[in-house]
């Protein structure tokens, strides 16, 4: 980041100080006024995020700044994305495929969409499948898409055995050592971990995005 | 009707019981430890029926809830059946904030909260201007599809002489007679439902168990929030709408206070159950709970205390680091329960304030065996209860549905065995 002029580093810190006015004015102006490439201010938006992540993890921010930033990402990526002309090899590439979906029995998504918006933030190539779903559902995925990891959501205690199903038919259809399982929700913790078989529980979405990072061989 | 009748010898029992559970209030050790029933569709699995069963049969669901009580002899429970037979009174309503069995979810799922903006952050102003209005207009109809048709209900402030009279007009509306029909009849089965968790109730006391709590209230962010703006939304609000979103709080802590102490005086029972939903540790930041968060609900309880009731809130999820802000409650006067924060750290915090409740933990009373069950009781016992902390022995937010019978019996068994 330090080869960033005045004006990108002042868009980062709009940003990353939750300045949502002057970071939408800003980013606006750059890219639709004074002819920004989109992709150097996507990149400065992933900056910040980097610097709202830690600030996270250091216990300075929450998730309503998660949501904020989220949606302050959102809307200049709907500016930025139609401007992008695509040149061969300046797509930034993919850490990894992570796969996510709320088991079946349970319908809740907040912490789900939290943690599918940190994934994409944070470089992964992101599906997310939705609520309730089927443990074939998670298997046609799997076969399709290939992904490098999967990560199971649930709020209810009745997402413990969907869980643990869902697990279970991996082992049964001979793909469980293909990827990664990561589970997450509000009752997880390491006996729910242990009780369904997942690699790895994560109590927010910055630890979700640290344990694809390691598996990917990434620096956290 | 005799059943309803306390004897002398359930008398005895009945007092020895809300003695054990005022003297914890109060800050003192009382005979023995008290166990506390809080269960919702894990009665299905006690009693073999589905969980649709429970929702929508009054007699079996009171059947079963009472064979649990008379087995497990809890010190207090909830309104077991209020907490479970709601099938007919959410269809009656139309209620759409929920999904239940038959009603988007299958026999043997339990009801599950539908997390939407019922409000937008530009009707703010509206609903802290006028909040009757914005019920009887907008919020009502929304979330109960009986109301559907009141959306043209008048607006009675500002009318006066013949406006008066010109205004009820909208009354006449073919629409909103229809709508009034069905919230009549909705509130014929609001009635029935009431009249049968009415006589479970007595039926228990007659039997010797009190209920731990008689009335329920919300936090007012979280009413806001879980109930009008959605989670993302009041999320949002924090950054762009700060001086509505205070008044909003405001406005709706006072008609809280109202409501709650209206109902508490009418059930006779002074505790209040409150579960809390934002206040946890990641939900937050400091600064943010102290300015949102805390100030209401402090004096909201301030207020329940002022009216000799007693506010019990369920502190949902891990607020260890709130711990020290929600000690400021003058002591003897409340039952915090715990969800995921630990007992014994809350002890050490709170020990000298605040009754305790809880928490063994949802992933063990589900997965786990009787024995680990009974290592958990041990330690709570150990580290708070024998150390003379005012603990009310509880699930972390009622007994799992999915939790093994055995477990629960370990859970009464234990606390029998460690603690009186």
Redesign the interface.
């Known amino acids: 980041m330090g080869d960033m002029n005045e004006q990108e580093g002042q868009l980062v810190e709009f940003l990353a100080e939750m300045q949502e006015d002057e970071a939408l004015e800003l980013a606006k102006r750059m890219l639709l006024e004074e002819g920004a490439a989109p992709l150097r201010v996507l990149e400065l938006c992933r900056n910040a995020m980097d610097i709202v992540g830690k600030r996270f993890e250091e216990g300075e921010y929450f998730l309503p700044e998660l949501v904020l930033a989220g949606e302050m990402l959102e809307t200049i990526g709907a500016i930025a994305k139609p401007l992008i002309k695509h040149a061969p090899g300046e797509e930034p590439k993919k850490l990894g495929k992570v796969l996510i979906g709320t088991v079946h029995g349970d319908l809740h998504d907040i912490g789900k969409n939290i943690v599918a918006f940190m994934l994409d933030i944070n470089g992964f190539e992101v599906r997310d499948i939705g609520i309730d779903v089927p443990v074939n559902s998670f298997i046609d995925e799997i076969n399709t898409w290939q992904p490098d990891v999967v990560g199971l959501s649930g709020f209810l205690t009745l997402a413990f055995d969907s869980m643990k199903e869902t697990i279970a038919a991996f082992e049964q259809q001979g793909m469980r050592g293909k990827f990664k399982v990561m589970i997450g929700g509000g009752q997880i913790d390491e006996t729910v971990r242990a009780y369904t078989g997942a690699d790895a529980f994560g109590v927010n979405a910055v630890e979700a995005v640290n344990l694809c990072k390691a598996w990917m061989g990434e620096a956290a | 009707m005799s059943d309803l009748v306390q004897t002398p010898e359930a008398k005895v029992a009945y007092d020895a019981r809300w003695k054990r559970i005022l003297d914890c209030v109060a800050l003192k050790q009382a005979d023995r430890m008290p166990v506390i029933m809080y269960a919702t569709y894990w009665l299905a699995k006690y009693g073999g029926i589905s969980y649709k069963e429970l929702m929508y049969d009054y007699e079996k669901t009171k059947e079963i809830a009472e064979r649990a009580v008379l087995e497990f002899e809890p010190d207090a429970c909830i309104s077991l059946v209020g907490a479970s037979a709601l099938g007919r009174v959410f269809e009656a309503t139309g209620y759409k904030q929920l ?1 239940w069995p038959g009603h ?3 026999d043997n ?2 009801y ?1 909260y ?2 939407r903006e019922y409000m937008k952050a530009e009707e703010y102003a509206e609903l802290i201007a006028d909040p009757t209005g914005f019920y009887l207009n907008k919020y009502l109809p929304r979330i109960f599809g009986a109301f559907e048709g009141f959306e043209n209900f008048p607006v009675f402030p500002g009318m006066f002489y013949f406006r008066a009279i010109t205004g009820l007009r909208p009354l006449a509306n073919k629409e909103f007679r229809k709508a009034l029909q069905k919230v009549l009849d909705a509130a014929d089965e609001v009635d029935v439902y009431m009249t049968h968790v009415g006589l479970w109730n007595k039926r228990i006391g007659a039997l010797g168990f009190p209920l731990i709590n008689g009335s329920a209230s919300g936090a007012p962010y979280d009413v806001l929030a879980d109930y009008f703006r959605g ?2 939304g009041m ?2 609000d ?3 709408h700060k001086e509505q979103l205070l008044e909003a709080i405001d406005m709706m802590r006072r008609n809280l206070v109202r409501m709650t102490i209206a109902n508490a005086k009418a059930t006779g029972n002074p505790i209040v159950f409150i579960p809390i939903h934002w206040a946890p540790d ?4 400091p600064k ?1 709970f102290e300015t949102f968060w805390w100030p209401s609900f402090r004096q909201m309880m301030l207020d329940l205390i002022d009216a000799d009731l007693i506010p019990m809130p369920l502190w949902e ?1 891990d607020c260890t680091k709130r711990l020290e802000i929600i000690k400021d409650v003058p002591p003897g006067k409340c039952i915090y329960w715990f969800e995921r924060t630990d007992i014994v750290k809350a002890y050490e915090v709170l020990g000298d304030r605040v009754a305790l409740r809880g928490n063994l ?4 009373m ?3 065996t009787p024995a680990d069950v009974d290592a958990a009781v041990k330690r709570l016992v150990d580290e708070v209860w024998n150390k003379g902390g005012s603990l009310m022995l509880d699930t972390a937010f009622g007994i ?3 939790t093994p019978i055995d477990n629960v019996r370990a859970m009464f068994d234990s606390a029998r065995k460690y603690a009186g």
């Open positions: 999904q988007g979810v299958g799922q339990p599950q539908l997390d989670a993302t999320m949002k924090l950054f762009r990641a939900f937050m930041s943010q999820s933990s949802p992933s063990m589900t997965t786990g799992p549905d999915e």
